[in-house]
């Protein structure tokens, strides 16, 4: 590696990657690892991570999958300290284990509300401050990177109770930054535009989700997830080391376009 992209790396870096069992967690965990870090995958379909991880160790990556309920405190703690008896200490915490559906207002029940706020939302402040605690604890600097929403930037319709939970998100990341600074410890969030995932691909598939692409995003196109790389890398890595407190919309221009 060449002294220009040396502050890129991260060789000899731990990071722990939520939803890593596909879309755009499983290309974090690709890229990551390509980058030089062991990566912790976490999931609930462990049969997906295991696939991944064998597809990591095959490039000459170092993976290493664990079950995980990102709603379940005890089961984050007990993966924290597998990882930590194993590994050592996480240096980079990626929130990327997320829900999404359209419902409208009207109709939606507390329990629908409930489970997206747990899971989009929640989690991501349980899993920061047990990643948190533990690097204070051992006097180690590190990074959370929240992966948040465009939608948590500008509203949408019949889907209040999610971007609401990403709006949440976005604000969640400023306040951690200002709070866990002192410490070194840096946080920054992404927020994706429409990237085809399996989340979403059965509305993008339609002809209506490919003529709201066209019309809504000046690049005209849906997001590739290797496009989310840079971004990743660069909070991630020493390249980002005085930034905390971003958040980086990566959509094809869709926010500007929507003012």
């Avoid at 049969?47 to 995980?68: C, F, H, S, T």
């Avoid at 402040?125 to 465009?150: P, Y």
């Avoid at 509305?203 to 290797?226: F, N, S």
Wanted: proline share 3%; charged share 20%.
């Amino acid at each position: 590696m060449n002294d220009l992209l040396q502050p890129f790396s991260l060789e000899g870096k731990v990071t722990l990657i939520t939803g890593a069992s596909s879309g755009l967690g499983k290309q974090f965990a690709l890229s990551m690892a390509e980058a030089g870090a062991t990566v912790v995958i976490a999931a609930r379909r462990m049969e997906r991570l295991q696939a991944l991880a064998a597809d990591i160790e095959n490039k000459g990556g170092r993976a290493m999958p664990v079950a995980l309920d990102v709603t379940d405190n005890n089961n984050i703690e007990a993966v924290l300290d597998a990882v930590e008896s194993q590994l050592g200490c996480v240096d980079v915490l990626v929130n990327n284990a997320g829900i999404g559906n359209t419902q409208p207002f009207l109709e939606m029940s507390e329990e629908s509300w409930d489970e997206m706020m747990d899971t989009n939302l929640k989690s991501v402040w349980r899993l920061s401050q047990a990643f948190s605690k533990r690097l204070v604890k051992a006097e180690k600097s590190g990074s959370i990177i929240n992966i948040a929403s465009i939608l948590g930037l500008r509203g949408a319709a019949q889907m209040c109770h999610y971007a609401t939970a990403k709006a949440g998100v976005v604000h969640l990341t400023k306040v951690l930054a200002l709070e866990l600074a002192r410490h070194q410890i840096r946080v920054n969030a992404i927020a994706p535009g429409y990237f085809c995932t399996e989340m979403n691909e059965d509305v993008l598939a339609t002809e209506k989700g490919q003529a709201y692409v066209v019309q809504k995003v000046p690049m005209r196109r849906l997001g590739q997830t290797h496009e989310l790389v840079g971004p990743m890398l660069l909070l991630a890595s020493d390249a980002g080391s005085f930034m905390t407190g971003a958040v980086i919309p990566v959509d094809g221009g869709h926010v500007i376009n929507s003012l």
